[in-house]
């Protein structure tokens, strides 16, 4: 079958977890792609201003599932990912970036120089606010191509806006790490029992969400 | 080989193509397919608040060009996509998505007055400013899935936020539709002479980005 066509019906197989298996757990295999496929995400300018945390910590999840409307599956999904941004934007980072971009290419840090002048035009010119917008809809690609990888993998998923972020990162604390929490996404196998797996999924027709000019 | 092998391959595969084949376009297949992988894209609440706008008239792309900084791709790349999201969220929205919750899960329209007032409190509690942001986050999850899935079809693409949003929105009459630009994805086929296409790519190492807890 022609990989479009599985990668379409992976979309369709697709759906917002309510429910995970709590006896089955994703493969050490099954993780370290998840993981990967997030530290290959594209990102504007390639900056990379996220750091993805996988939660396995069971009194953990207990306490942050109290921080997540009780929603079950921040303690029962195999694994919980919290999807977190960098709290600033500063030039250290432009300077780690053409410090790992030199690395990488080869190229001299010299030669880099037009690049960085441009990154460090950006980042002065983003305001704390813009920044951590910023930031946030990068850490969304990531969590865009996480959901599709995961589907076509035939890896379980749930998205999740709904928690507290503060509360998750106080209980995690991620301000002296200088992070701050996004999204998140559930990750493991759906329960047989779990009705909204075979609920028919909801999409505006491609009329309504298209268009050709 | 293992699915998740060949995803991984696809996403070092894949790199914000600078320069495309203008002789090589997308076949209706692949256009079809990338417009069906945008319209499943995931969105919090299901709430879809977008649209995608394929441009293939050249006179058109022209223009818009100068308003992206005369960057390539928009004029040479195969197809050139603008992600767009709703001005406003409003209550027609709400309606709208329970109307085609029924409609597509046969649940009838009262069963759903929970569902419904979760989505009112959720939009009437959003600042214009708030609104704006969040549908934004919810684009970019399309634009994260649409690159994946891109790269494991082997269509080349190039994600682009460095263009002027009014600019677009005026030249594409986004107002009286209801819509703005939120970001562009050049798609099509990689020019043999890019020589970005063989450029390592630069990604922190996985200690950096993912930690276990």
């Given at each position: 079958?022609?990989?479009?066509?599985?990668i379409?019906?992976a979309l369709?197989?697709r759906?917002?977890?309510?429910?995970?298996?709590?006896?089955?757990?994703?493969?050490?295999?099954?993780?370290?792609?998840?993981?990967?496929t997030?530290?290959?995400?594209?990102?504007?300018?390639?900056?990379?201003?996220?750091?993805?945390?996988?939660?396995?910590?069971?009194?953990?999840?207990?306490?942050?599932?109290?921080?997540?409307?009780?929603?079950?599956?921040?303690?029962?999904?195999?694994?919980?990912?919290?999807?977190?941004?960098?709290?600033?934007?500063?030039?250290?980072?432009?300077?780690?970036?053409?410090?790992?971009?030199?690395?990488?290419?080869?190229?001299?840090?010299?030669?880099?120089?037009?690049?960085?002048?441009?990154?460090?035009?950006?980042?002065?010119?983003?305001?704390?606010?813009?920044?951590?917008?910023?930031?946030?809809?990068?850490?969304?690609?990531?969590?865009g191509s996480l959901l599709t990888a995961a589907a076509r993998a035939?890896?379980?998923?749930?998205?999740?806006?709904?928690?507290?972020?503060?509360?998750?990162?106080?209980?995690?604390?991620?301000?002296?790490?200088?992070?701050?929490?996004?999204?998140?996404?559930?990750?493991?196998?759906?329960?047989?029992?779990?009705?909204?797996?075979?609920?028919?999924?909801?999409?505006?027709?491609?009329?309504?969400?298209?268009?050709?000019?």
């Amino acid at each position: 079958m022609a990989e479009t066509h599985e990668i379409l019906k992976a979309l369709n197989w697709r759906y917002a977890t309510k429910q995970f298996d709590t006896s089955k757990k994703l493969s050490d295999g099954q993780v370290s792609f998840l993981k990967e496929t997030l530290r290959l995400s594209a990102s504007s300018f390639g900056f990379q201003p996220w750091k993805f945390l996988f939660i396995t910590d069971s009194e953990l999840r207990k306490r942050l599932r109290t921080k997540a409307f009780n929603q079950t599956q921040v303690e029962e999904a195999s694994h919980l990912i919290v999807l977190c941004r960098q709290e600033k934007l500063t030039s250290a980072d432009v300077d780690k970036l053409i410090s790992a971009t030199s690395s990488a290419t080869g190229a001299p840090e010299d030669s880099l120089a037009g690049f960085k002048n441009v990154l460090s035009g950006f980042v002065s010119g983003l305001s704390q606010e813009k920044a951590e917008v910023w930031c946030e809809k990068q850490v969304y690609i990531a969590l865009g191509s996480l959901l599709t990888a995961a589907a076509r993998a035939g890896i379980d998923a749930c998205p999740m806006e709904g928690f507290e972020r503060p509360g998750f990162d106080e209980v995690l604390g991620l301000e002296k790490k200088g992070l701050r929490s996004v999204v998140l996404c559930t990750v493991g196998i759906r329960s047989e029992g779990d009705k909204y797996a075979t609920r028919a999924k909801v999409r505006y027709p491609l009329a309504d969400v298209v268009e050709t000019i």
